[in-house]
């Protein structure tokens, strides 16, 4: 009975791991699409021109010393629907709640669940944490991507 208490452990914690992978997978999913609807930049057409505006005129001039007024204007500030934030405020939910029934099972000071634990999230990130990084920034991405909060 232990032991099938101790896999449940471990598969609690990976399905932690998968839930904060399909989180950041959906906020590339819908800035992708977001993206996609945007005009084309080498129209010149009137309403191309007025939906892109400071990008149109700005994108020019950024270039690897780009300060910090043109790398906002070269990154347009996209705000998810109501729909596309409920859902990621749903992800989000399901994630704290996983994380903080890890901290009470973490809280038995049991050293078995705690192993099964450091099992569970080294197997969950494994599986769900291996994507290409950002070879620009030194793979400095994966920690500046993820604000570290008590569990979560």
Partial sequence: ????????????????EALRRAG???DRYIVTQYKRSLPDPSSDSPTANIAKGPTASAAPACNA???????AACNPVFRPSVFQHSLRALLHMLQFAVAYFVMLLAMYYNGY?????????YIGYFIFG???MNVSLGG???TQEQV?????
Avoid at 65 to 71: G, K, L, Q, R, Y
Avoid at 113 to 121: D, L, Q, S, V
Avoid at 148 to 152: H, L, R
Wanted: include cysteine.
């Fill in 1 to 16: 009975m232990f032991a099938g208490s101790c896999i449940g452990v471990i598969l609690l914690v990976i399905t932690l």
């Fill in 24 to 26: 950041k997978e959906y």
């Fill in 65 to 71: 010393a780009c300060t910090a007024a043109c790398t």
């Fill in 113 to 121: 669940i705690i192993i099964c634990i450091f099992i569970g999230a």
């Fill in 130 to 132: 291996w994507e290409s």
């Fill in 140 to 142: 400095r991405d994966r």
């Fill in 148 to 152: 570290t909060v008590c569990c979560g």
